[in-house]
């Protein structure tokens, strides 16, 4: 009698999440993410990186898994924990309080039954990924800056950081009026704090008690008029595709259809990113940009706000007041192109010349073999040249008096006999 195969062994699950404390960072673009210490339960332990709006994401998609237990049919059937939509706080004080909410959302989430605790999504989610091994921080200027939580957080008794947040304070250079519940009124020399600057313009920003989304076009740093995080431009080019179509309103901008390939040359931090199609090249809103050969991924936490338009143009303030003496240097598009056929000219130039150097100056060795005799090859369109003279070889005697001992040993050994009897 045959026995019965054996059940497969169960993947290793998430035993435990602990929540660390979080860090600041700088690229590609200012934003905090959680530090969490994953307990799986082969024994190994893992440090994992996430923002709180990717965590969100996750959670809203656990909750479409099973609409069951978390409430979606039947609100007295929902066992889920809750968490605060991504714009909840912002400030230091709430954002101690979104600590709180988050180690306990943790906690309450790895106890749930398992067919939810143990689901491949949640286990999928907790999984190390490169940039958990590897943080990307290019700005050595710039170090990520990190908030570790004591241990009383864990256990739901305080919420104290090692040092307070110090957010980047900007200046508003002209009047802006919202079009949206998410952004907010601000009025020329308010001075706002920064909590999160977008690389597609649109910046997170806290005035007073007021906070929502305000366009980086807007706004002026205190020490200087040049901003200290713009990339400088990068003439190699960067591929895209445009995951959206664009109309150019202005001669400096681009316009494209959705699908387009383009180099991303400069990367501006108001959201309008300058690119290389052809020899052309423009502004276009970073926000209709994918980086090219990746599987397009929503970006975490993006709102509708961002999703649907790009940040208006500096260009197109009115009235706009600057602090500074200096005007706010930005190249024109003419200086972009010049620059740009440039760099592709003298790239070309060092791609061509090791080619030409390897066709003119290496041979074959059947050319080598052929060519023994010392006669120059003569390539077609060159010059035709005299051949070098070729010295003539030493005759016996020459060596016998010239060359060593050994050597005139053997010549005279291979040297033909006289005819002359004896």
């Given at each position: 009698m045959s026995k019965l195969p054996s059940v497969a062994m169960e993947e290793s699950f998430v035993r435990h999440v602990e929540l660390l404390g979080f860090e600041k960072r700088f690229f590609p673009s200012q934003h905090y993410v959680y530090m969490l210490m994953v307990k799986w339960s082969d024994q190994s332990e893992k440090l994992i990186y996430r923002s709180y709006?990717?965590?969100?994401?996750?959670?809203?998609?656990?909750?479409?898994?099973?609409?069951?237990?978390?409430?979606?049919?039947?609100?007295?059937?929902?066992?889920?924990?809750?968490?605060?939509?991504?714009?909840?706080?912002?400030?230091?004080?709430?954002?101690?309080?979104?600590?709180?909410?988050?180690?306990?959302?943790?906690?309450?989430?790895?106890?749930?039954?398992?067919?939810?605790?143990?689901?491949?999504?949640l286990s999928s989610f907790f999984k190390v990924r490169p940039e958990d091994e590897n943080?990307?921080?290019?700005?050595?200027?710039?170090?990520?800056?990190?908030f570790v939580v004591s241990r009383e957080l864990a256990r739901g008794v305080a919420s104290e950081i090692s040092a307070p947040i110090i957010l980047d304070t900007y200046r508003v250079i002209a009047d802006f009026e919202k079009t949206s519940k998410h952004e907010?009124?601000?009025?020329?020399?308010?001075?706002?704090?920064?909590?999160?600057?977008?690389?597609?313009?649109?910046?997170?920003?806290?005035?007073?008690?007021?906070?929502g989304w305000v366009p980086a076009s807007y706004l002026e740093p205190l020490d200087g008029p040049e901003e200290a995080e713009d990339a400088e431009p990068d003439y190699e080019g960067e591929l895209h595709v445009?995951?959206?179509?664009?109309?150019?309103?202005?001669?400096?901008?681009?316009?494209?259809?959705?699908?387009?390939?383009?180099?991303?040359?400069?990367k501006l931090l108001d959201g309008w990113w300058v690119v290389r199609k052809g020899d052309e090249t423009g502004h276009f809103?970073?926000?209709?940009?994918?980086?090219?050969?990746?599987?397009?991924?929503?970006?975490?936490?993006?709102?509708?706000?961002?999703?649907?338009?790009?940040?208006?143009?500096?260009?197109?303030?009115?009235?706009?007041?600057?602090?500074?003496?200096?005007?706010?240097?930005?190249?024109?598009?003419?200086?972009?192109?010049?620059?740009?056929?440039?760099?592709?000219?003298?790239?070309?130039?060092?791609?061509?010349?090791?080619?030409?150097?390897?066709?003119?100056?290496?041979?074959?060795?059947?050319?080598?073999?052929?060519?023994?005799?010392?006669?120059?090859?003569?390539?077609?369109g060159e010059p035709r040249k005299e051949a070098p003279v070729v010295p003539p070889r030493p005759s016996p005697e020459l060596i016998l008096q010239r060359c060593t001992h050994n050597t005139c040993n053997r010549v005279s050994v291979h040297k033909p006999r006289s005819n002359t009897t004896c």
């Open positions: 709006p990717e965590i969100h994401t996750f959670h809203k998609s656990l909750k479409e898994m099973f609409p069951i237990e978390s409430g979606q049919i039947e609100k007295k059937d929902r066992i889920f924990p809750s968490l605060p939509a991504p714009r909840w706080v912002d400030s230091q004080k709430s954002r101690e309080n979104r600590q709180n909410t988050l180690a306990e959302y943790c906690h309450l989430l790895v106890n749930l039954p398992p067919h939810i605790s143990r689901c491949k999504l943080p990307p921080a290019p700005n050595t200027l710039k170090r990520n800056e990190t907010i009124n601000l009025r020329t020399d308010d001075l706002v704090e920064i909590v999160e600057k977008n690389p597609n313009g649109w910046w997170f920003c806290q005035c007073e008690s007021k906070r445009t995951v959206q179509s664009y109309k150019a309103e202005h001669e400096d901008e681009m316009s494209l259809e959705l699908g387009q390939t383009v180099e991303v040359i400069h809103p970073s926000m209709f940009l994918q980086k090219a050969g990746k599987r397009e991924r929503q970006e975490e936490g993006r709102t509708t706000l961002r999703g649907q338009k790009p940040p208006p143009r500096r260009s197109t303030i009115r009235n706009a007041k600057s602090i500074h003496n200096k005007a706010r240097y930005r190249l024109s598009q003419d200086a972009y192109r010049k620059n740009s056929r440039r760099y592709l000219q003298q790239k070309s130039g060092r791609l061509a010349e090791p080619r030409e150097k390897a066709q003119r100056f290496t041979k074959s060795p059947l050319s080598e073999r052929k060519n023994q005799d010392n006669v120059p090859d003569l390539s077609v």
